[in-house]
Structure formats: structure tokens, C-alpha cells
């Protein structure tokens, strides 16, 4: 059995036993901040939700100890499970054996001190997170389908010279109903500068994410302050989407070279999203160039000697193509984990969190005995390529968090309304998408034509 899922299996029991049978360390050590839109959650599943400006100044903890965040630590502490956290309720109602995120995050910075803290404190106590994900601004240069104008400054443009995606009632992408905050005069981002003196004194990891953050001033700030006041105690880690001028990848190397050289930093972590490969890959998400997004992988996997992340968000269109990717995957773990050593045992490292939303991306609207298959075949390919002592295999760790996808695509049967509502929105959208953005979905996914025409009938 994987090492992690033995901590897991090891840990969790005596934690809810302290605590409560749905407590979430997240919730009070782990926290994404929006600050072009003021907005944040404890992990990705949740929706976000507004940070107050009233009394922010005074308080910038307040990014992450927002009042509506401290009702769900409450909730959590008496055993009950707050609404925004059904991602890991889906998991666990599938049985014992399913590892959902709140196990797998808790177990991952799981301390007694900790525990003890959480305990031994009020239930509304202002706390600084072990982990945060900060975004400073939307600026990005792709616009991927299910992202929205809020992350996107690319998708933003488009909404306003368009409108939004009227014939739809699902991911319209609305920019009347937000603040988008321009960095250099966002008061959230004042606070976050505010409060780093001090939360970055106890922070363990700190990862920053976008839009695209390699063309954020505040990411280049942020490499200067850590110079100027080193936090050789800190990981830095960041979400990028490869598809930017090579310059902007040596720059990032050579900047982080430099702090890791000289102490400022503990660590370095570069994540980047893909999905499948290919022109499906590029359909997606606009902007993408795969030629350019492995050339600039190439570059940085060469040059540094440290590990990627890929963050695969599998959607509908990952069902039926997501071994193009996995056969990739094996092909570049083949080509660069030759000099890995024991500390980074894995280069080419990958997760699979499935889309719950927009609805028009959801597998769960396929035909499951049309379309499962396929699901099966991947989990099949991955299968008969582990091997925990193989760093050119995948893990079973891998296989795993895949199973439980394809479990998740197996055991959820949306009502024939919600359906029926997907796959109009399916049609009507897409249909909008590849008139606006030159693209044709039947020709780039044709094992979905039959599907695509169902979907207009409706």
C-alpha cells in the first residue's frame, strides 16, 4: 500500500476521535485568496465567498478568518457538514475505503500541536494558516472554457465585447455581478502586504496561482521581499499555465535558482493544468499551444532538477481522451526522473479532482453505457502500468484517486430534468463557443458527434 495512504489510515481515526467525525484541518490551516475579486475558501471545492472590507485594515487576517469561515469550523466541530464541503461528502457516502481531500489534507499537515490549538482555543479565534494559495490579479493570456472572467482577464475581454453567453442558463459569464480590483489600488492587496510580516513567520507553504501569475508585478514583488527578508523555513510553490513567452520561464528559474541558492527559501513547486493532449487539449483551453507548453516544460525540467505538478480537472472531455495524456506522462516520467534522487522520488507527478460545475462540462451528463468504457479503459491502462518501485509507472496512489473518479462517474445518476438541462446547455453553449473562438467541436472530439446531436434534439 502507498505511504500516504497509510498515514491516512493511520491518522484519521485518532483525529475525528479528538475532534468530530467531519472535522477538516483545512478549515482552519489552509486557505485560496482571491484578491482581484476579495473573495476566498479553504480549499477549491467550496464555492468562494466575499472577505468583509469593514475592519480588513484593522485586521488582515481577515483574508482568511472570515466570519462565514469560522460558522463552518463551528459547524464542523459539532459533527455536521457544511453544505459547501459535498465534494468530500460524495466521496466518503460512497463507502470506508474511498479517501476523500478532507483526508488527504488533514493527514498532510496533521500535528497533535495542531489538534491541541484547535482544542484548546475558542471556536472564532483568529488563526495564521499553516498553507496559503494567494491570487493577485486575473491577469492571464488563456481563457479556458470552464474558468471565468473573474481568473481571466483574456475571457474577461471577451464577455465585454460579446456579452455573455446568452442562449445559456448555465456559465453565462456575467461580469455585471462582480468587483474586479485592479492591482496596484486593490485594498485587499494592501492588506495581504500588511499582514505578510507576520503570517509568513509561521507559514509553511505559500503558493501562488492566477490568471497567470508570472505576469503579476505582485509575484516578482513577492521573489524581492523574500531577498530582501529570507524565510529559509518557507516553500514557495506556483501554478503556471506553461503557455507564456519562454522568457518569462527563465526568468522564473533563475529568480528561484537564486533564492534557493542563497537560503531565502526552503523550496520551489511549479504546478501547470492539462488536461489531455493534443488539439483536445487545445479546445479547451484557449490559448494553449502544446508545442510551446512542452517545449517551455522541456526547459524548466532541464534546467532545475525539481518536480511538476500536473492538475488535471477531469471534465467531459477528458473522458474519452485522457490516455493521450496518461501515455505522455509515462513517456516524460521515462525521459526525466533518470537523476531523480530519494527527496524527489517523483518529477512528473499528476492529480485528477473531477469538474462539479459548469454543468455543460460535467461527464455526468454523458450516456454512462456509451461512455464508461472509456473511463474503464484508462483506469485499465494505469493499472497495468503501476509500479510503487518504478518512477517511469504511475503509483497506486494514482490509480486510487482515479478509481474513485470513475466510481464517482458510475454511482452519480443525475434526475432525467438535470440531464436534460445539462445537455441543452451543452448544445447551446458550445455551439456559441465555436462561433466566437474558430473552433469546431464534432471535428476535434468526433466520438461526441452522436452525443452533440442528441443534445441539439433536445
Not at 94 to 119: A, F, L, Q, W
Not at 323 to 352: G, M
Amino acid at each position: 500500500m502507498n505511504t500516504e495512504l497509510i498515514r491516512i489510515k493511520e491518522i484519521m481515526p485518532g483525529v475525528e476521535k479528538e475532534t468530530s467525525p467531519t472535522f477538516c484541518l483545512a478549515k482552519w490551516h489552509h486557505v485560496t485568496i482571491y484578491l482581484q475579486t476579495g473573495e476566498t475558501h479553504s480549499c477549491y471545492h467550496p464555492a468562494p465567498h466575499k472577505i468583509p472590507l469593514e475592519g480588513l485594515e484593522q485586521n488582515p487576517s481577515q483574508l482568511h478568518n472570515t466570519p462565514q469561515k469560522k460558522q463552518e469550523r463551528l459547524a464542523m466541530l459539532n459533527g455536521q457538514k457544511p453544505a459547501g464541503c459535498q465534494y468530500c461528502w460524495n466521496i466518503e457516502c460512497m463507502g470506508k475505503d474511498y479517501v476523500s481531500d478532507r483526508h488527504i489534507k488533514t493527514t498532510s499537515i496533521y500535528t497533535p500541536e495542531r489538534i491541541e490549538e484547535i482544542k484548546n482555543n475558542p471556536w472564532d479565534y483568529d488563526i495564521n494558516p499553516e498553507y496559503i494559495e494567494v491570487n493577485f490579479s486575473n491577469e492571464c493570456n488563456f481563457k479556458c472554457g470552464y474558468c471565468h472572467p473573474k481568473f481571466s482577464s483574456r475571457y474577461y475581454s471577451e464577455i465585454k465585447q460579446n456579452g455573455p453567453y446568452s442562449n445559456s442558463t448555465e456559465h453565462r459569464n456575467d461580469i455585471d455581478w462582480f468587483e474586479l480590483y485592479e492591482e496596484d489600488t486593490n485594498p485587499y492587496v494592501d492588506a495581504w502586504w500588511k499582514w505578510w510580516p507576520e503570517v509568513s513567520k509561521t507559514l509553511n507553504i505559500l503558493r501562488v496561482t492566477g490568471g497567470e501569475p508570472l505576469m503579476h508585478k505582485s509575484t516578482w514583488r513577492l521573489f524581492d521581499e523574500l531577498e530582501q527578508n529570507p524565510k529559509p523555513h518557507l516553500n514557495i510553490e506556483l501554478n503556471s499555465n506553461m503557455g507564456v513567452k519562454p522568457a518569462m520561464v527563465y526568468r522564473l528559474v533563475e529568480r528561484v535558482k537564486d533564492l534557493k541558492e542563497k537560503g531565502c527559501i526552503n523550496s520551489f513547486k511549479l504546478y501547470t493544468s492539462i488536461d489531455t493532449w493534443g488539439k483536445r487539449a487545445e479546445y479547451t483551453r484557449t490559448g494553449l499551444d502544446v508545442e510551446l507548453w512542452e517545449r517551455n516544460l522541456d526547459y524548466y525540467l532541464t534546467a532545475t532538477g525539481w518536480p511538476v505538478t500536473f492538475m488535471v480537472t477531469f471534465n467531459l472531455f477528458v473522458v474519452t481522451s485522457f490516455s493521450s495524456l496518461l501515455e505522455k506522462i509515462l513517456e516524460w516520467r521515462t525521459k526525466y526522473n533518470t537523476d531523480a534522487n530519494e527527496t524527489q522520488w517523483q518529477r512528473v507527478r499528476f492529480d485528477t479532482p473531477y469538474l462539479k460545475e459548469p454543468l455543460q462540462f460535467d461527464m455526468n451528463i454523458l450516456p454512462k453505457d456509451e461512455f464508461l468504457p472509456y473511463m474503464e479503459k484508462h483506469l485499465k491502462f494505469i493499472e497495468e502500468n503501476t509500479d510503487d518501485k518504478d518512477r517511469t509507472k504511475f503509483s497506486s496512489l494514482e490509480f486510487e484517486r482515479f478509481r474513485r473518479v470513475i466510481d464517482y462517474m458510475k454511482n452519480t445518476n443525475y434526475d432525467q430534468d438535470k440531464v436534460i438541462h445539462g445537455m441543452r446547455n451543452f448544445y447551446s453553449w458550445f455551439s456559441e463557443y465555436d462561433k466566437r473562438r474558430g473552433t469546431n467541436l464534432v471535428e476535434t472530439f468526433p466520438e461526441l458527434e452522436h452525443f452533440y446531436k442528441d443534445c441539439s434534439n433536445v
